[in-house]
């Protein structure tokens, strides 16, 4: 038997709620409003503005800095500065304001594995000036709105009754919202442009968080009632699966 179901309805799982805006950034962007259990499909956001598109202007700054990181093994160094170095301020003007008379003083290192043709890499206000593009699109020359913008969109598409409900309750999934300052700096934001103060939660095991939703589903007695049985499948008779896991 087989059970199917999108990622940020097993995240919410994780979380042990049915209601609330699921915030996936993986490699992708997923902004999703579920209310006792269904998603509003009208709320729904889904961009390609991710860790790839992170990564693609790491690769930029890294090679003003005379690091050349191109094929797809050095991918993997990338990531792994990425994951290391990069953080997000709470307030990104006062942090340019900040470095700019130094800006040596923002400068970290990260070692490098064996494998690379360098064995350290140093960067500066990179380290936050690349992230950036997530709250600000603008910054990595996208024309769409940041994620604050699409989880107020999210919310504001859900009924009135349940608004104030899933204002406080927005969950956090994958790689990229790991970075440190990530939640603080989406409640700024959100305050800045919501009626009511919202609240983020992020998991530490919000990296997995998919995962551990699904394992717990699978263990609940809830599976049993949305299995799809071979029979069923080979038979035709599960109708509607694709429906099940697309937003």
Known sequence: ???????????????????????????????????????????????????????????????????????????????????????IPKNYEAEVDRFKKDETLAEKTVSVEEGSATSSITIGTDRFETAEGIFKPEVWGLDQAGVHVLVKKAITECSLDARKEVTQSIFLSGGVTMLPGFNHRLEVELEKILPVRPKVHASPYRYHAAFLGASAHAASPAYNTTKIKRSDWISGQAKNTASLWAL
């Open 1 to 87: 038997a087989v059970n199917m179901g999108h990622q940020t309805v097993f995240t919410l799982h994780s979380y042990c709620a049915t209601t609330g805006i699921v915030v996936d950034i993986g490699e992708r962007m997923d902004i999703v409003p579920i209310v006792s259990g269904y998603k509003v499909q009208s709320g729904i956001s889904r961009t390609a503005t991710g860790g790839l598109e992170l990564a693609t202007h790491m690769r930029h700054a890294l090679l003003g800095r005379n690091y050349s990181l191109t094929s797809m093994l050095d991918g993997y160094v990338v990531r792994h500065v990425i994951e290391k170095l990069c953080y």
